[in-house]
DNA sequence: ATTGGCTGTTAATCTATATTAAGAAATAAA
DNA sequence: TTTATTTCTTAATATAGATTAACAGCCAAT
């Protein structure tokens, strides 16, 4: 039987059931409380997380305070803090736990040793940050092209079922505003319709 | 003797002279006098730029005519409408040429049959996507934490060789502001000092 | 039941940045 | 050189969204 980490990685590429063994056996598993933080700026976080259960999140604080959210991990998702798994440095965000969650971790020297054993899943990361790029450059114009009502809408359109389980202030945040300011304009959104 | 491209692989994966002639085969070479619009919304742009000279620049415009520019493409680097180029869609960019450009065309069929052939190259675009989302993800959260002073300075440590060769609307729009307030900013920051 | 901590709302005020407009300076074209 | 076009600056006014503050609702813990 397939778990959700074989059945995501099979919607880009074919593998045999010994590349399946041979991948599945990198990750650890793990899980975490709500309110967890796993990774904070500083920590060496040469890893990444595929999510089985639960939800994270995440984000940087400002010099205010501020807390500023670049993504949500729900199931079949994955987080790190790209940047400290990618180059070896320290992380520059953190990640927290929204909801109990179980996780599949795949340290950063192992997924290396495995694009070598199984190229078919370089291929696969490949495509994964291909796909992830293109949405992030699209949210770059976004936040720079449209107002925070149609990054709203957009996200709404984008993520409507994660709507419900998640404090709208989270949202705000995402979505780049203030909560009180999301709360007016969502009010807004209601009257002029 | 290597050519800008090849020396720009080697950077990431060591290759023999026989993968670097199949390589670069299988790119063409163009040439387009500034302010051509290469790629524009709509287009079916499956194709990469890596530039070897001049300038090139991506971007949106919005409902108001508002350009909102997403990169700049100089010599050893690339430039697409990824969008277009990863999911064969029509591309959502516009691509111009702000200095006369050389550049070398990879369509993305034959990027793909490369990747089979040439796996380190597969290697190659898989290090340098991971790059640049790093490096989006960074932007994004600048755009929400930092403010437009903050993001200007960020821009003149990260490109300062690009500034002088760049009417300065060009940066504006870059970062997210209109050209009156990044001339009336960088006054300000001019009095500061 | 009561306390305390989150979360969401509303409203007043404030601020960073946009818009509009008009002239100056620089570049390119003729 | 003169003209035309693009770019830059300055200033007045406008606005999207932030800040502050006060309160109400909700849920978990005591």
Redesign the pocket.
Known sequence: MKNLLLQNISKHVSLTSEEEDIIFNAFEKASFKAKTIVIKPGDEAHFTYFVLKGILRSYTIDD?G?IHILSFATPGWWVADMYSYLTGKPAVLYVDVMEDCDVLILQRCDAERLFTEVPKLERFFRILTENNLIANQQRILDKMAL???ERYEKFLQKYPDIINCL???YIASFI??????F?????NLLRKK
Chains 1, 2 share one sequence.
């Open positions: 205010n501020t107002t925070a009502e404090p709208q202030k780049g505003v203030t909560p009180e300011f709360s007016k304009m969502k009010s």
